[in-house]
């Protein structure tokens, strides 16, 4: 009877244990299963995944990586807050990327204003894109501000330094890499398809001249894969202030780009330069005063010498909205220390700018990192190309130290 009972008990521990190591099994099933699922809805189509295709080149999958709703997502894009920047402040910024990088282009156009190599590529669900092919490598750079081909992953650069600062006033832009053959030849119109040139049957060439290089030079995309910068384009007339007579006046006349005597003056260290910027319109309007430090921000951590002062009219239709494009020129390699002049000579400056500026001047490299890390055209900058933003972002607190030694804070702060 004992022996019966201890092979009872026995049996029952053993069921016990057995018990128990299927309920832990099935635990940990259930765990990983959970754990796949919130992994899988959290990178909803943002999972970096890639396949190689026939020439040994990484492309995103785009039956893994795209949004599904297009037409929605642009809808949302598009919803333009025109008091506050060009897109909503909880605008799903992941996302909108990631469709930019992978939507099926549907149309390719050559876009012909102004002087950079550009596409105006479709995107499936309606959406216009800017594309500006890298033409240069990343360590190619001229010895003079301002001449040669441009950078677009320097524009790719700009947009993200323009959202760490809170301006949100830059359309949407990222870095997309696309096949000529497979995306481009079939959608591309014919000008574009006559002017490139297949060679050694792989890799796609045409001619061009970049502002002030002397001659035509040929630029090849290996076999076929283009890198650029892809920036959302505006259903709205983007307008520049120029100045057109002399009592006129617009950012460049503030800056590097002065050829105005007085003005000159002024940026050689004459105090009244803020006073009389202050009372030329439309720089009479607080609104407009301010966007114009925020321009010499930005300007200077990027050592961009070719912003000018460009809006377009809010869906009211009397609204101006400030918006910042074209950055493909910045990096200039001299120093331009006027362009800090709105800064320095007026000490005044909104304190969301203030604030983003201390930020940075400690964390850039970290922020940088994070929002970029998913980039195609990622590592952005080559390091010494950063260490230039680094320095000047790090200057910019100087001139921002200069004026609370010398206003006190209290006086330079506006919001
Ligand atoms: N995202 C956009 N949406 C709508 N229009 C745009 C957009 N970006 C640029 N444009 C228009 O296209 C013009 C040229 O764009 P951009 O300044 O980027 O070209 P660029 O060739 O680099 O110019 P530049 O030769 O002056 O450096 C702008 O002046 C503006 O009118
Ligand atoms: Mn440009």
């Known amino acids: 009877m004992k022996i019966l009972l201890r ?15 299927q309920f832990i099994l099935l635990l940990f099933t259930l765990a990983l299963i959970a754990l796949l699922g919130v992994y899988a809805t959290s990178n909803n189509s943002l999972v970096i995944s890639v396949r190689k295709i026939e020439n040994h080149t990484l492309m995103p999958d785009r039956e893994l990586l795209c949004p599904k709703q297009l037409p929605e997502l642009w809808a949302e894009l598009n919803s333009l807050n025109d008091s506050y920047g060009l897109y909503p402040e909880n605008v799903n910024m992941k996302l909108i990327k990631s469709a930019i990088r992978c939507a099926k282009i549907i149309k390719v156009e050559t876009l012909k204003v102004q002087n950079s190599f550009k596409w105006l590529l479709t995107l499936e669900g309606e959406q216009k894109i800017l594309y500006k092919p890298l033409l240069l490598q990343k360590d190619q750079r001229e010895t003079k501000c301002n001449t040669g081909c441009e950078h677009p992953e320097y524009e790719v650069t700009a947009f993200v330094i323009n959202r760490l600062l809170g301006f949100n006033n830059m359309p949407i832009t990222t ?32 001619h061009w001249k970049c502002p002030y290089v002397e001659g035509i030079s040929e630029f090849c995309f290996r076999r076929g894969i283009i890198q650029g910068s892809a920036t959302v384009w505006l259903n709205k007339t983007v307008n520049i202030f120029y100045a057109y007579n002399s009592t006129d006046y617009q950012y460049h006349d503030f800056h590097y780009y002065s050829r105005r005597a ?36 930005i300007d200077y951590m990027l050592n961009n010498v070719d912003q000018r002062h460009t809006y ?18 910045s990096l200039c390699p001299t120093p331009n220390t006027v362009l800090g002049a709105p800064i320095y000579q007026c000490c005044s400056i909104r304190n969301s700018t203030f604030k983003a500026v201390y930020r940075l001047r400690d964390t850039l490299e970290q922020e940088f990192e994070k929002e970029t890390r998913d980039d195609p055209l990622y590592p952005l900058l080559l390091p010494n190309f ?11 607190a100087t001139f921002l130290d200069f004026c609370v030694t010398h206003k006190g804070l209290e006086n330079i702060i506006i919001d």
Request: glycine share 4%.
């Open 7 to 21: 092979h009872i008990l026995r049996m029952c521990k053993l069921r016990f244990v057995r018990r128990l190591q």
């Open 175 to 206: 870095g997309r890499q696309i096949s000529w053959f497979e995306e481009i030849y079939p959608v591309a119109t014919q000008d574009i398809k006559s002017r490139m040139k297949v060679k050694n049957n792989t890799d796609v060439c045409f």
């Open 262 to 297: 007085i003005f000159m003056q002024y940026l050689q260290g004459d105090n009244r330069y803020c006073s009389v910027f202050r009372s030329i319109p439309p720089y009479t309007e607080d609104r407009m005063f301010y966007h114009v430090i925020d321009m010499a921000v």
């Open 312 to 329: 377009i009219i809010g869906d009211d239709g009397k609204t101006i909205v400030n918006i910042m494009i074209d950055f493909g020129q």
């Open 386 to 396: 950063f260490d230039q933003i680094k320095r000047q972002t790090k200057e910019l």
